[in-house]
């Protein structure tokens, strides 16, 4: 019995903690980032992406770079918690909890340790780097809804299962406008960056709300 209790407390603990780290850095991500780029008077949050605040000719570089890493280590602790409670067995909750770890390793320390320099026009090292890492990471970012969707079947949490739906739809839908604007094609890539940011986030505040709710009524 007091076995049992001990490891309830751990589990909750846990959950608490992967609940805390999901919200700070979903949201952290948007509140942290606009509080580094008002501190940058060239830049503008609507056209330009997150990377811009990052690069060499920033003045609130290390800022950004640091907040990268921290970013980073918040998803790996959501990750974690994760892995030791309500994703601790199947293959599809494993595969959710290492999509969750390599976006948080290539959006946030990739990024971070590797800023997206220039010079001119042409992408330095760090630079080139920079992209591939986030490129990575956002790859595991648009698969993760359709992995959600296996670990919370229709018939068993449909509101959560057709929420997956949604994102697994409309998310990559605003990646592709987000790239158009990238290459000139749509204006204000920096606002339609942001948007897909908050779909995906949205998603994972609400598997860690559930995982709260679920845990607090037993």
Known sequence: MIKSLGMKKHSSALILIATGCCFIACIGDFIITSIIGYF??????????????GTSDSPVAVYM???????SLLFLLYGYALRKTIFKEGLWQHIAVWLIVIYGVGEGAGSG??????IGN???????????FSAIGDIAMVLLPFVIIKVFPKHLFPKLNLYAWFTAISGP??????LLAGKNLVPLKGLWQ???L?????LLIVIAIDMLVTNFKK
């Not at 340790?113 to 220039?118: D, G, M």
């Not at 992408?123 to 992209?131: M, Y």
């Not at 908050?198 to 949205?202: G, H, V």
């Open 113 to 118: 340790l590797f800023p997206y320099n220039h």
């Open 40 to 53: 940058y008077k060239d830049y503008n949050f609507l056209t330009q992406s997150e990377s811009y605040l």
């Open 194 to 196: 942001r948007l897909f």
């Open 173 to 178: 839908l605003l990646i592709i406008i987000f």
């Open 122 to 132: 042409e992408l330095t090292l760090s630079g080139k780097l920079h992209s591939i």
């Open 198 to 202: 908050l779909d995906y986030y949205l």
């Open 65 to 71: 770079n640091t907040w990268g890493v921290v970013f």
